[in-house]
């Protein structure tokens, strides 16, 4: 195991469950992923949004705002990300004018999807332009998107998918040490 250290110690991951149900394949993906990253030498957080929702998620934020890294997993509905996740979204605010926080700016994050078929991958693409030019980090490509086949019956992942759910934890540590690393990456301001 390699250390992911920076000038303040091991960094921190925060995987966001957006799923609906939370212990089905989705989960399994995360906890992969989470796998990898703590392999990477991260310290890591699962935060289920199913939680949070009640409070205007003001657990769930902190959370994303401490780490270096974030992991947004959900399963694809109607070709999308959940509206669990879309509902958090909208409570992240992103330094735009009246804003006082940007807890996603200038991080290294990493999409993590599930589906029904392996067509419905393009599902990842509206949530990583979202990240990407509405809240300003660094999203990591290509997304993982794993669908039905990537699945035991008892919702436990393939070796080929746990493997891949591993490489991208490790990869996303890679990815969140260089912004961490970059003087420039955190001061790149939201498109709009």
């Known amino acids: ?25 989705t989960a399994a993906a995360v906890n992969a992923v989470v796998e990898g990253c703590r392999d990477a030498g991260a310290v890591c957080t699962l935060v289920d949004l199913r939680d949070g929702a009640a409070d205007g998620f003001a657990a769930a934020v902190n959370a994303v705002e401490e780490a270096d890294a974030v992991v947004f997993a959900s399963p694809t509905y109607r070709a999308t990300h959940t509206s669990l996740l879309a509902s958090f979204l909208e409570h992240i605010e992103r ?54 086949t990537a699945f035991g019956p008892d919702k436990s992942l393939t070796a080929e998918a746990a493997e891949a759910g591993v490489l991208h934890g490790r990869a996303l540590i890679d990815l969140a040490a260089a912004c961490r690393a970059s003087k420039n990456i955190a001061l790149l301001k939201p498109l709009v």
Not at 119 to 140: C, D, G, I, K
């Open 95 to 148: 330094g735009a004018k009246f804003e006082t926080r940007a807890p996603l700016q200038g991080k290294a994050t990493a999409v993590v999807m599930t589906g029904a078929a392996a067509e419905h991958f393009l599902a990842t693409e509206r949530l990583r332009a979202t990240l990407a030019s509405f809240y300003a980090v660094q999203v990591l490509s290509p997304s993982l998107f794993l669908p039905q």
């Open 1 to 25: 195991m390699k250390s992911a250290e920076h000038a303040d110690g091991v960094l921190k991951v925060a995987a966001v469950l957006a799923s609906p149900h939370g212990s089905g394949s």
